[in-house]
């Protein structure tokens, strides 16, 4: 069992930057691929990053490529996103899940945290 906590959202002006984290308490953290998720009131889910185990193979949803980064400390047994150059279309709810084995789609992860609202504000 593996549970997970968000935690860093908060209200940002449009530009600015904020950093996601997802503590993780259980057995075996890196045993898991990392994937941040978000969802708006009202729309699917969408991934916005994931990473391997090792931190050594992410991807990243094209509407924050270039913007986002995804990162782990596997000693930290903890996960992040770095957010930066954020637009008011990233609010939402950012949820972060894990997955031991085979695809990160949303109907597929293993463990969700409750998530964590960012607002930015234009």
């Known amino acids: 069992q593996v549970q997970l906590t968000e935690s860093g959202g908060g209200l940002v002006q449009a530009g600015g930057s904020l950093r996601l984290s997802c503590a993780a308490s259980g057995r075996s953290f890196r045993s898991y691929a990392m994937a941040w998720f978000r969802q708006v009131l009202g729309k699917e889910r969408e991934s916005v990053a994931s990473?391997?185990?090792?931190?050594?193979?992410?991807h990243y949803a094209d509407s924050v490529k270039g913007r986002f980064t995804i990162s782990r400390d596997n000693a930290k047994n903890t996960a992040y996103l770095q957010m930066s150059s954020l637009k008011p279309e990233d609010t939402a709810v950012y949820y972060c899940a894990a997955r031991m084995y085979g695809s990160l789609s949303s109907d597929a992860m293993d463990y969700w945290g409750k998530g964590t609202l960012v607002t930015v504000s234009s």
């Open positions: 990473i391997g185990k090792s931190g050594d193979s992410t």
